[in-house]
């Protein structure tokens, strides 16, 4: 196939690209998970986002999680709605093509260590020098100002460092992590929203002179547990692990109960009505709960008798008598519960796309939800390369010849 004429632009859904960033145009020399979420982020709102990849092995993303027949999954999600390239950064040649990237780019996304972006061209100085209106979104493990800058970190370190796990699990028990990437997550979307933010200032401001974001994973995690450094500073005391409460405002009711049938329920109620709501459900005496201060009192003679309440029924008779009731429940979702749920049918937060490898497979849709002018999830994770041709021909305007030549030196 002649590669200048071929357009993997064309979708494998129905929708196409499109969204509110259409026309954004992004590079991204990240890996695995943080920096890509934030790519994925913009390119689910229609933004051309290039993912460049090592030949031969591509993203470490590409074999990691479960698989079927032999295929990976999670790369066919994180991957979506990007173009990948192969390009080898250790080659003379493939350190120029990236600052042809960079010159084509609105946005570009490093994960690299500091001392290899120096190496290959890829630090803000570079960055700035080639496209002096770029904005760059570095992530690292501490940050470039910090003295570990060039130390190597990931997203469960970022969560360690960040109070977060300190704060999760029971209080006679270990920390815990959360069963997922959560801190290279929270990183990458905090990083679409950086972008974003330094887009509407290059947009609005004359003087604009490129940006330059730097991110370090433990940050958004940090940010995100507003009360823990001022808690410490005014009371001298760091707030400890409380199971399934708030380590420093615990609700009345707020658990996780197991039903007869095996289920699992979270029960919430915070406010003084709705912790009476619980009380009158359970008939316990409302004389008893009338306050918040009794309320808080009470809270762990509460916590039993709703725990046996809980596991003396079904799960669906207790939803349905919390709902008569007023009072804030949920089965705790598995993701058998999400794909059969009917808010998420309604809400259309999971959609099919047609995968190459495996034929129709369900994912999250692009979200938020944009009612006038949505996202779309118009391909699945490509093959290694497969945009090589569209990218580096018709985008960066390189000819079939030197493409021949590069992909025989090893560069693509």
């Known amino acids: 196939m002649d590669r200048l004429n071929s357009d993997s632009r064309a979708p494998q859904g129905q929708q196409g690209q499109r969204g509110q960033l259409t026309g954004l145009k992004v590079v991204e020399f990240a890996h695995v998970v943080a920096g890509p979420l934030a790519g994925a982020m913009l390119a689910d709102q229609g933004a051309d986002v290039v993912h460049v990849e090592p030949p031969g092995s591509g993203d470490a993303a590409r ?4 698989r ?3 295929v990976p999954l999670w790369f066919k999600v994180a991957g979506r709605n990007k173009r990948s390239v192969t390009l080898d950064l250790h080659h003379e040649e493939g350190r120029r093509i990236a600052h042809d990237l960079i010159a084509w780019a609105d946005v570009v996304i490093v994960t690299l260590r500091a001392g290899r972006l120096r190496a290959w061209g ?9 496209n002096p209106k770029a904005i760059l979104l570095q992530i690292s493990g501490f940050g470039a100002t910090s003295s570990r800058a060039d130390a190597p970190g990931f997203g469960k370190m970022g969560e360690a460092r960040s109070g977060v796990v300190h704060l999760t699990g029971f209080p006679d028990g270990p920390p815990v992590h959360t069963g997922f990437s959560h801190g290279d997550a929270v990183t990458g979307l905090m990083g679409a929203f950086a972008i974003l933010a330094a887009l509407h200032r290059r947009d609005t401001d004359p ?3 490129g940006e330059w974001i730097d991110l370090a994973l433990f ?7 507003e009360w823990q450094v001022i808690a410490y500073d005014q009371l001298g005391a760091a707030p400890e692990r409380a199971g399934n409460q708030l380590a420093v405002a615990p609700a009345a ?6 039903s007869g049938d095996g289920d699992w329920l979270t029960v919430t109620s915070a406010t003084t009505r709705s912790v009476l709501n619980v009380v009158r459900l359970l008939g316990l005496n409302e004389a008893e709960y009338a306050t918040v201060e009794a309320q808080h009192a009470g809270r762990e003679r509460l916590d039993h008798a709703l725990r046996a309440w809980v596991a003396a029924r079904p799960a669906e008779e207790c939803l349905a008598a919390f709902e008569r009731a007023e009072v804030v429940a949920s089965r705790v979702f598995s993701a058998a519960d999400i794909v059969a749920d009917p808010v998420y049918a309604e809400r259309e937060d999971i959609v099919t796309v047609d995968d190459p490898d495996l034929g ?19 391909r699945t994770g490509p ?7 569209l990218v580096y021909g018709r985008w960066l305007g390189i000819d079939e010849e030197r493409l021949t030549k590069l992909e025989g030196q090893g560069v693509i």
């Not at 940050?219 to 547990?225: K, N, S, W, Y």
């Not at 009711?253 to 197991?258: A, D, E, S, W």
């Open 63 to 66: 074999a990691m999680g479960p």
């Open 68 to 70: 079927r027949d032999g």
């Open 122 to 130: 890829l630090d803000w100085e570079a960055v700035h020098a080639v």
């Open 207 to 209: 003087d604009f002179d």
């Open 219 to 225: 940050e958004p995690l940090f940010r995100l547990v």
């Open 253 to 258: 009711v707020i658990n996780t109960y197991r």
């Open 360 to 378: 129709p497979v369900r994912m999250q849709a692009a979200l938020p939800h944009f009612r006038r002018n949505p996202g779309a999830v118009w």
């Open 383 to 389: 093959a290694l390369g497969a945009d090589n041709g």
